[in-house]
T-cell receptor, first 116, second 113 residues
Framework: AQSVAQPEDQVNVAEGNPLTVKCTYS??????LFWYVQYPNRGLQFLLKYITGDNLVKGSYGFEAEFNKSQTSFHLKKPSALVSDSALYFC??????????????FGSGTRLSIRP | EAQVTQNPRYLITVTGKKLTVTCSQN?????MSWYRQDPGLGLRQIYY???????DKGDVPEGYKVSRKEKRNFPLILESPSPNQTSLYFC????????????FGDGTRLSIL
């Protein structure tokens, strides 16, 4: 069965410092991993995805994510945080196992707070 | 503008009074899905649809119904709402394929008293 874990409810970072938001996953087939961001009173917005290929994926707003197959992780990163990055971040997974490919599993979310 | 539109955005109602939340997308997407968002639980999939007249249960389908008579519309129906269905609901759509990201509506906040 698919599952996603975001072990941190909240991450606090000073502006200008690097940030990492953690995500680990479990799938029965090959993983397809996504990061989304949610601003107040809005729906989720797609940031980036991993399919196959390079383990470092670049996305919107300067974010990137590193896929690590051995650790089953897909951590979101940014070299220099901005106050405007403060939001709720969700990791999501699908897999290509035919019995579960249509389902999408989201993590519980991590609130990122960037202090000036 | 490409978008997913949900209505209403906010609704307060009472236990047992049937309600429908509409969802419409203008991107000609085959795949549509409903989620509920609860604090500490993230988003949980309620129902999804691979195409017209093709729907299936997600992880938390109890108490909900859906229909997909047209490609663009995917309404969520609560036949007899209960307080435990108080939540923030999102509709999303995408093209087919496990590697396709979802496009989300802005959400519907339901309060069932």
């Amino acid at each position: 069965a698919q599952s996603v874990a975001q072990p941190e409810d909240q991450v606090n970072v000073a502006e200008g410092n690097p940030l990492t938001v953690k995500c680990t996953y479990s799938v029965s087939g090959n993983p397809y991993l996504f990061w989304y961001v949610q601003y107040p009173n809005r729906g989720l917005q797609f940031l980036l995805k991993y399919i196959t290929g390079d383990n470092l994926v670049k996305g919107s707003y300067g974010f990137e994510a590193e896929f690590n197959k051995s650790q089953t992780s897909f951590h979101l990163k940014k070299p220099s945080a901005l106050v405007s990055d403060s939001a709720l971040y969700f990791c999501a997974v699908r897999d290509d196992d035919s019995s579960s490919a249509s389902k999408i599993i989201f993590g519980s979310g991590t609130r990122l707070s960037i202090r000036p | 503008e490409a978008q997913v539109t949900q209505n209403p955005r906010y609704l307060i109602t009472v236990t047992g009074k049937k309600l429908t939340v509409t969802c419409s997308q203008n991107m000609n997407h085959e795949y549509m899905s409903w989620y509920r968002q609860d604090p500490g639980l993230g988003l949980r999939q309620i129902y999804y649809s691979m195409n017209v007249e093709v729907t299936d249960k997600g992880d938390v389908p109890e108490g909900y119904k859906v229909s997909r008579k047209e490609k663009r519309n995917f309404p969520l129906i609560l036949e007899s709402p209960s307080p435990n269905q108080t939540s923030l609901y999102f509709c999303a759509s995408s093209t087919p394929g496990v590697n396709q990201p979802q496009h989300f509506g802005d959400g519907t906040r339901l309060s069932i008293l």
